[in-house]
Every structure is written in C-alpha cells, then in structure tokens.
C-alpha cells in the first residue's frame, strides 16, 4: 500500500527565511505533485513533477523529485507572509492520488 | 481554463439524513474523483466518478453510504446517506483532463469544496 509522509507537519518561520519541506513515499512512482490549500479553500496546483530529477520553480518556491530516493522536497527561499498555508504533495498516476499528511505552513512577520 | 462549482458550499444537517452535493464542470473533462477531508487532515479519495457506469469505490467507502452519479461529463454528485456526526468534513470534487483545462492530462483540479456539519 502506498503512503506518502510529509515532514514537518507544522512549520512556523520568520520572513526572510529558507526552509524544506519533505515528502517521501513508500513505493515506486514517478509522478509527484505539489498542492496548496489555504484556509477554507481549495486545492491549487503548484507543481507537477514527471520524472526523475525533475525541478520546477515558481517565485520562492522550488520543488524537486528523486525517484530513487522516493523524495520530493518543496523549497521556500525567503519566505513571506503570504505563503501561509498548508501545502501537500501528492503521489500516484493521474486517476489516483495518494495525498501526503499535509505540511502547515505559517510565516511571521 | 475548466472552473469546477459545488453546490451546496455547506450545510448543517441532523443526523440520519442524506445530502446530495453537486459538482458540475464548466467543460468536459476525462475523469471526476470525490475526495473528504477530515478538520485539519490530508484527502481521501472516496471513488472515482465513472460516467455512466457505477462508481469505483476505494476501500472504507461503500455505495449504499456513498452513492455517486455522473450522467455525462461534466456533472458529477455524491450523496452522503443516513449521516452521523462522523461524516463532517470537507468533500472536495476534482477532474481531470478535457480539452479546456488549464491542467490537460497532467494534474487533477479541484472543487471548492463542501463543508458538512452533522449534528
């Protein structure tokens, strides 16, 4: 069965700051997605990652995937407070996802 | 690109009742899921929506708890039959694919979501 862990679970950070978060699963995949949720809202698509080694960036945030590894991390370079919120990686083909625990995000001023 | 509405938004509703939730595609797309989300926790994928043919249920979800319909492609519902308390969470819709998605095949969107509360 495939899980998809997430870490840290909560993240508090000041504004300025870098930080990682990762997202490892447990069985082979070679697609991995990157979502954010705000509070009380949708899912917005960040990232897809198709294959290995594969890196996208989008202003602060850059995410990355190693298959061989089973990782993925989502990058945060000088964090604002407008990235708050939870992000969530997602594993598995296109007609099955796999959503990881969720990583809550909260940057301070 | 494709915008996805559900209707009700949410609904406070006693226990032992059903609701019926909406969500309809503003194009045709490939594949419709229903997803719940628990307060404060990740998705769950509850079944994939097949057009006109039963939903695929993943394991913990069943169809007399959970019957879902899609007539055609782009209008999906979900009903969450004699309710209890247990069932308040969020129930998201998403799709995949069709012509005008902004995500063609890559990725799935995503409703904005039901918010249901059982009393």
């Known amino acids: 069965e495939l899980k998809v862990e997430q870490n840290p679970l909560f993240l508090s950070m000041q504004e300025g700051k870098n930080y990682t978060i990762y997202c490892n699963y447990s069985t082979t995949s070679d697609r991995l997605y990157w979502y954010r949720q705000d509070p009380g809202k949708s899912l917005e698509s960040l990232f897809v990652l198709l294959s290995n080694g594969a890196v996208k960036q989008e202003g602060r945030l850059m995410a990355s995937l190693d298959t061989k590894a089973r990782l993925s991390t989502l990058h945060i370079t000088a964090a604002v407070h407008d990235l708050s919120a939870t992000y969530f990686c997602a594993v598995g083909t296109i007609y099955k996802y796999i959503f990881g625990t969720g990583t809550r995000l909260k940057v301070l001023a | 690109s494709a915008v996805i509405s559900q209707k009700p938004s949410r609904d406070i509703c006693q226990r032992g009742t059903s609701l019926t939730i909406q969500c309809q595609v503003d194009?045709?797309?490939?594949?419709m899921f229903w997803y719940r989300q628990q307060p404060g926790q990740s998705l769950t994928l509850i079944a994939t929506?097949?057009?006109?043919?039963?939903?695929?249920?993943e394991s913990g979800f069943v169809i007399d708890k959970f019957p879902i319909s899609r007539p055609n492609l782009t209008f999906s519902t979900l009903t969450v039959s004699n309710m209890s308390p247990e069932d308040s969470s969020i129930y998201l819709c998403?799709?995949?694919?069709?012509?005008?998605?902004?995500?063609?095949?890559?990725?799935?969107?995503f409703g904005p979501g039901t918010r249901l509360t059982v009393l």
């Open positions: 194009s045709q797309v490939t594949m």
């Open positions: 929506a097949n057009q006109g043919s039963e939903a695929t249920y």
């Open positions: 998403s799709a995949v694919g069709g012509p005008n998605t902004k995500s063609s095949y890559n990725e799935q969107f």
